[in-house]
């Protein structure tokens, strides 16, 4: 069965930097790319980039280029996102989601909450 | 960058109900995804390229469309099909519409 575990709630400061993590299992890492999509309370849905773990190649919506750094640790199966420079925008729910054999996202893990807060 | 348009922003039905929610693309794309979301869930993949139903979705959903054009339809609402439903288009950079919030009457 896959699944994306991710990691658990993080409180930054404004300035500082947050790294999120994703663990995938149930499927080869290195055969699907990895992407991640942030929700700002009560708000919709928005691409930030992906990750080829095999290669790890990188591709970012123009918008998160400066503030999303996407890495993957193959050893463990781990998909990473950092976010850096946070500001009260950051403050929302990023879910790591898998692009399967069909070009859609077919799973989902189970999102993480940051909140910017001094 | 495609920005998807979902009508309407939030909608009641009642059991039985038919239901469509549109999506309108700013340009032609190939095809269109739909996800469900429910409160404190991560999204779900619905309805895949347009209208390919994703795994264990009942078959009183449906998805059509072409072009800029595209629509998510459930024939006889049920109240587990309360939830909120974001189309997704698959040029680059990928983008999602702002969302369906669909309501119980």
């Known amino acids: 069965e896959v699944q994306l575990q991710q990691s658990g709630p993080e409180v930054g400061r404004p300035g500082s930097s947050v790294k999120i993590s994703c663990k995938a299992s149930g499927y080869t890492f290195t055969d699907y790319v990895m992407n991640w999509v942030k929700q700002s309370p009560g708000q919709g849905l928005e691409w930030i980039g992906w990750?080829?773990?095999?290669?790890?190649?990188?591709d970012y919506a123009e918008k998160f280029k400066k503030k999303a750094t996407l890495t993957a640790d193959t050893s463990s199966n781990t998909a990473y996102i950092q976010l850096s420079s946070l500001t009260s925008e950051d403050t929302a729910t990023y879910f790591c989601?898998?692009?399967?054999?069909?070009?859609?996202?077919?799973?989902w893990g189970q999102g993480v909450m940051v909140t910017v807060s001094s | 960058e495609i920005v998807l348009t979902q009508s309407p922003t939030t909608m009641t039905a009642s059991p039985g109900e038919k239901v469509t929610i549109t999506c309108r693309a700013s340009?032609?794309?190939?095809?269109m995804h739909w996800y469900q979301q429910k409160p404190g869930a991560s999204p779900k993949p619905w309805i895949y390229?347009?209208?390919k139903l994703a795994s264990g979705v009942p078959d009183r959903f449906s998805g059509s469309g072409s072009g800029t054009s595209y629509s998510l339809t459930i024939n006889n609402m049920e109240a587990e099909d309360a939830a909120t439903y974001y189309c997704?288009?698959?040029?680059?950079?990928?983008?999602f519409g702002a969302g369906t919030k669909l309501e119980l009457k």
């Open positions: 989601a898998r692009i399967g054999g069909e070009p859609y996202f077919d799973y």
């Open positions: 990750i080829d773990p095999e290669y790890g190649s990188t």
């Open positions: 390229e347009t209208s």
């Open positions: 997704q288009q698959w040029n680059y950079p990928y983008t």
């Open positions: 340009s032609s794309v190939s095809y």
